[in-house]
């Protein structure tokens, strides 16, 4: 790891991508779209959430093969916040495993930003996309054993106090002066002391560290018609962002864990989820793939790159 000074991603002029450092694995805590004052929706290019399920405590998204998503993260805090998000255990700013001490999206206090793709680039995405788990991104770069999960790490900002005024010599002096004379006239008034000026002043420097980048896990033997949902490499998407500076009031923690699993409807109805109002249940090798599938690997520490063959 090495000091440096963090830079930012901002989408539309009002969001943004940070650094941290990063930390060992944790225990991935749950599956919740919203938890205090963050949420985050599965949404159709129109901007209508999918259908969404609560089961066994997550929450499980209806998807279609074919069909093009969005993420939309919301903030109802006071304070801006970093979203770093992650698909099928990959990040949606480099593509690479996912790690929440990656940059990620910054949502303006009482707003929101939509992630549309995994991005190639400052100005374009690659469109989210539901596809068979072969097809996938995850599988076309050598691992598909995320499939299945949108994960969603919020950090808040820390707070910098503003500067003392520094005064020099003669200024000090001169309102030395002023005090004098006001404390001879019949009805004196305060002057303004540096204490009161204090909250007045701006600034505060920033700084923090950068983690190394994700090794890439060894590719893995899995089935070859692997059933399900997985997120395609779409098509280029334009999505311009810039770069701007971001400081985690606690780097090494998320302040909050968002999830979301999905699959298609035979997917669903495999793990029991009630989709069409008839109870029906047939659980399989993959139904436990997609619900072991963690989010954040936090493997130990770009932009996407295009899988084999991906033309835009």
């Not at 650094?19 to 599956?31: I, L, M, N, Y």
């Not at 790490?153 to 910098?160: C, I, K």
């Not at 070859?224 to 999505?239: D, F, I, K, N, W």
Request: net charge positive; with cysteine.
């Amino acid at each position: 790891m090495f000091a440096s000074r963090l830079s930012s991603l901002l989408l539309a002029a009002t969001v943004a991508v940070a650094c941290a450092a990063s930390r060992s694995a944790e225990a991935w805590p749950g599956d919740r779209v919203s938890a205090g004052s963050y949420s985050f929706d599965i949404v159709d290019p129109g901007g209508s959430p999918l259908r969404t399920f609560g089961h066994n405590g997550r929450s499980y998204v209806l998807g279609a093969e074919g069909q093009r998503y969005k993420i939309v993260v919301r903030n109802h805090s006071g304070r801006r916040v970093e979203a770093v998000v992650s698909v099928d255990g990959r990040d949606a700013i480099d593509g690479k495993p996912a790690n929440w001490s990656k940059p990620g999206y910054i949502v303006p206090a009482y707003g929101q930003v939509t992630i549309e793709g995994f991005r190639v680039s400052l100005r374009d995405v690659a469109a989210f996309r539901f596809a068979p788990v072969a097809d996938s991104y995850a599988a076309q770069m050598g691992n598909d054993r995320n499939v299945g999960v949108v994960g969603v790490a919020v950090f808040t900002e820390r707070y910098v106090p503003p500067p003392r005024p520094v005064m020099r010599r003669e200024e000090y002096r001169r309102g030395y002066d002023d005090e004098r004379e006001a404390k001879a006239e019949s009805a004196p008034r305060s002057a303004p002391t540096a204490k009161a000026d204090a909250g007045k002043a701006a600034g505060g420097g920033q700084s923090g560290r950068a983690a190394a980048e994700a090794s890439e896990p060894a590719p893995r033997d899995r089935p070859s018609e692997r059933p399900g949902l997985g997120t395609a490499y779409g098509e280029r998407t334009h999505s311009p962002v810039v770069q701007v500076d971001f400081v985690r009031a606690r780097p090494h923690n998320p302040e909050t864990l968002l999830g979301a699993r999905y699959n298609d409807r035979p997917g669903l109805l495999a793990l029991g989820i009630d989709v069409d109002g008839n109870r029906y249940r047939r659980y399989h090798y993959d139904a436990w793939q997609r619900e072991t599938a963690r989010p954040f690997a936090n493997l130990p520490p770009s932009f996407s790159a295009p899988p084999p063959g991906w033309e835009e």
